[in-house]
């Protein structure tokens, strides 16, 4: 039996595919295009082959979803009998083709709903997705490693101003660009909500963003 | 002229006012409760005082709206005159009573709709808000800090399978709750992508979460 399916064998597939095999598992790939999963399972080494959906489908109990979105459900539908039972990681992101937005299940921000209302004023997001016990504390880092906190506008100088009171506080800002961009920070306080609050981790947690250079 | 104005003066924005009184801005708080305007400007010492909303409205420059989502818009409208060409810094979020989800703009997730279209399979998502290149790499730290990879779903043995997957490649596995979830997942790696390759910073990034303990 094999351990791991890899549906979609582009670089996110492809990699993780590779280093499952390399840390042991036996891995299968399938894709659109039957060369792109045989390179893939090349490159994979030993533990690793190119499969057709199908038997992938049928032998596979954990398949990684890495195909673009569009493609997972109508490909995978024929197959829904031997999917029963079976683990689906689902890796993709529902995006446009530019990768600049969701393409469902978003429609507005609180923020650009204030933006709306108040068109002549200079909205811009941020310090939304920190806990107040952090602010409260006066908390700028955490185990030494800096917390980020984001700013989203479309008003350049506004935005400049607030980062500039991000950075006297002592958090790291970073610029999240323009304010259609609240449809992601506001779903990171959520997500930090639920983490801390729901699922128990509390509130001495801060999501940052880690950069090599 | 009065600097930074609070509107709320709940804890985010007792915290954040205070702190930025003693960086040396002046500061001012309204509330819906005058009282607790009161005693966020007396913690905050000499630099702060509390105002009525009109006169904040009226004298600050920068606005930071920390009070509930809801209240934001129907406060503020009086004002709008006052508030041209002034900055709002948006700190709500548009989130349910019990802080559990998103009041508006969201409806569903990429993974919840492939669960939806199989429902005898287990799905989970993972790995979605991390760059290729991340995977590419198998860099799994960045200066030392490990990189946290976020596992949603509603299948339990499954969701454990794909955390245990997490952390033999080397990443620090995070419990992101049910499935439900990955409509904070999918927006984090919106952000992640608008951050490195429309803002260029560059995939050499990763967020993390931070954790005290």
Redesign the interface.
């Known amino acids: 039996m094999i351990k791991l399916g890899i549906f979609g064998s ?3 597939g ?3 595919g590779a ?2 095999a390399a ?1 042991g598992d036996s891995v299968a790939f399938t894709a659109k295009h039957e060369a792109s999963a045989e390179r893939a399972a090349r490159a994979a080494g030993h533990r690793a082959r190119a499969l057709p959906l199908a038997e992938l489908a049928r032998e596979c109990d ?1 398949l ?2 890495t195909a673009p ?1 569009a493609e ?2 109508p490909s ?2 024929p197959f ?1 009998a031997d ?13 446009t083709p530019d ?4 393409t ?8 650009e ?2 933006a709306r ?2 068109p ?9 997705a920190t806990f ?2 952090i ?2 504390a ?1 908390r700028t ?3 030494g ?1 800096k ?1 980020t906190v ?1 700013a989203a506008g479309d ?1 350049e100088p ?1 935005k400049t ?2 980062i500039d ?1 991000i950075r ?2 002592g958090f790291e800002p ?4 323009p304010l259609a ?11 930090n ?3 801390g ?3 128990g ?2 509130t ?10």
């Open positions: 582009g670089k996110v492809g990699s993780l280093w499952a840390k954990l990684l979803l979105f997972i459900i995978l539908a829904s999917l029963r039972g079976k683990i689906l990681v689902d890796v993709s992101n529902p995006i990768h600049r937005a969701l469902m299940g978003f429609s507005t921000s609180g923020a709903e204030i209302r108040f002549e004023s200079q909205v811009v997001k941020a310090f939304n107040a016990e602010y409260a006066r880092e955490i185990h490693q917390i984001l008003h506004a101003q607030i009171l006297r506080l970073i610029d999240a660009g961009n609240a449809r992601y920070l506001e779903p990171l306080s959520l997500l909500i639920q983490l609050r729901v699922l981790l509390g001495d947690i801060a999501f940052t963003l880690l950069r090599k250079t």
